[in-house]
């Protein structure tokens, strides 16, 4: 992954009570986790800064797309094996967050 001088820090994520409907993708055979799962996953969270070191390293392959519909927009996280995920906000902006897979 190259490093994308566009990321800003997104700060406010949704709540789980602010959230519609949410669709988990998973690009390979097997169990997907539960919505509390990634509930756990985004609160969490510790948001990178753009300039982010880690956003150069190697974060393995694409694990979970998900995409959260709330009253204000479209939120879409894209996480990778190694703990990196990368959401868009519904303004378009971009960012990037370490999660703890533990």
């Not at 949704?14 to 690009?27: C, G, L, Q, T």
């Not at 519909?69 to 370490?98: C, H, Q, W």
């Amino acid at each position: 992954m190259k490093f994308n001088s566009d990321f800003v820090v997104i700060g406010k994520l949704p709540e789980p009570a602010d959230v519609m409907s949410i669709n988990v993708r998973h690009p390979f055979p097997g169990s997907l986790f539960k919505e509390s799962e990634f509930y756990n996953l985004l609160r969490n969270a510790k948001p990178l800064q753009p300039n982010d070191e880690k956003l150069l390293q190697w974060n393995y392959v694409p694990w979970y797309s998900v995409e959260l519909i709330t009253a204000s927009g479209s939120y879409e996280f894209n996480l990778y094996r190694g703990g990196l995920g990368i959401v868009t906000a519904p303004d378009g902006s971009k960012g990037a967050m370490m999660f703890s897979l533990k």
